[in-house]
């Protein structure tokens, strides 16, 4: 799966506009559903303080911040599992993606029309969570019908996957079948390997984004009131935002003039920033940074990587010749101010290959190839 975010929901809850505001680059959005059928793919920059900051202090002749991609996706409708309205070309697309963000309708208004004729959180959520299960189960089920065949298997390694996985085919079946996501199972990592080549949807990381209109911008609705508490039952995470006013924010030309509008409105930090700060966490991604006087810039690599790992992120070779990693914590810079007072205060580090790369670490590699 790659590094993105598929943006998911029901026709007309604002899924094309705010992924237009994300990526300043127009999506098709009509007031009738199955307007997107192709999905939109834009790559966006990750907000991240800490690069500013770097820059500020290192002075580089050019910053350059992490990345992830965001898709549109077409609207789904009941019956989807089943190929109603583009069913089938909307499960095909979202297989695909690393993550989801469920776009929920937390608005009201008679102009735009509701693919169900009323604006009701629980329900809309309901339906996208049952036909993703229902599209799971019917991929758990095909699993579950031949696995008898590769236990009987004489390779015995075939043998014990399909052992390892039929009990957990069977978990599946039952959660799925009562429309809940397969994520709800919390399977631990070698489970969730057993069944890697399924690419179960509801397996995907999810959270919810409330669509509100600008009165509700600045408090929490009765929609989004229900929406966080479909989320806690599922620990998924919440963004509000209004698609209305971050399409207002996205057509101001200068940072200058966004914070001012912020401003205006009484919010400090737009709800696409936080979005797209919420999907990147969602991947599973952490961002360490190189820092020198040509370039500053933002590195994404896996939760968990080791420094050679890391390096790779660079180049290959990066990898394959890894020596050492000098490295020190970008707050410790920030307190500290420069470099050379992060190695008087002995926060400057030599690491080895079973170094964990830490969220925020400024890091030279050395290598040789």
């Known amino acids: ?22 990526t300043s680059a127009p999506a098709e959005a009509a007031n009738y559903p199955f307007c997107t059928i192709e999905p939109n793919v834009g790559v966006v920059h990750v907000p991240d303080h800490r690069l500013d900051k770097l820059a500020t202090l290192v002075k580089p002749e050019r910053t350059v911040p992490a990345i992830v991609e965001f898709v549109d ?12 309205g583009l069913g089938n070309q909307f499960l095909g697309h979202i297989r695909q993606v690393g993550a989801i963000a469920h776009v929920v309708r937390c608005f009201e208004d008679g102009d735009i029309i ?26 758990v089920n095909k699993r579950l019908q031949g696995i008898d065949r590769l236990i009987k298997s004489q390779d015995k390694i075939v043998s014990t996957k399909g052992k390892i996985a039929k009990p957990i085919l069977e978990k599946l079946v039952k959660t799925l079948g009562e429309g809940l996501p397969a994520r709800s199972l919390e399977l631990d990592a070698d489970e969730k390997d057993a069944i890697q080549d399924l690419h179960l949807i ?60 912020l ?32 370039e500053v810039r933002a590195w994404t690599f ?31 810079l920030f307190s500290l101010l420069t470099e050379a007072k992060v190695k008087e205060a002995g926060k400057f580090r030599m690491e080895g290959k079973e170094y964990e790369v830490k969220d925020g670490d400024v890091i030279h590699f050395r290598f040789n190839v």
């Open 1 to 22: 799966m790659g590094l993105n975010v598929g943006i998911v929901g029901l026709p007309n809850v604002g899924k094309s506009t705010i992924f237009s505001a994300l």
């Open 73 to 84: 996706i077409a609207g789904l409708v009941k019956g989807a599992s089943k190929g109603e």
């Open 114 to 139: 509701h693919v169900s004729g009323k604006v009701d959180p629980i329900d809309d959520v309901s339906t996208i969570n049952v036909e993703l299960a229902l599209a799971d189960l019917e991929s």
């Open 202 to 261: 509801t397996m995907k990381p999810l959270m919810y984004v409330c669509n509100v209109d600008e009165a509700n911008l600045t408090k929490e609705n009765e929609h989004v009131k229900k929406v966080r508490e479909i989320a806690a039952k599922e620990n998924a995470g919440v963004i509000t935002i209004c698609g209305k006013v971050e399409s207002e924010i996205a057509a101001l030309g200068s940072k200058e003039e966004k914070e001012e509008f």
């Open 263 to 294: 401003k205006e409105i009484g919010i400090e930090e737009s709800g696409l920033s936080k979005m797209i700060r919420a999907g990147y966490n969602l991947l599973g991604m952490y961002t360490y940074f190189t820092a020198g006087v040509k």
């Open 302 to 332: 896996p939760k968990g990587s080791k420094a050679p790992q890391a390096a790779g992120v660079i180049h290959s070779d990066f990898e394959r010749g890894f020596i050492k990693a000098e490295i020190y914590h970008c707050d410790d």
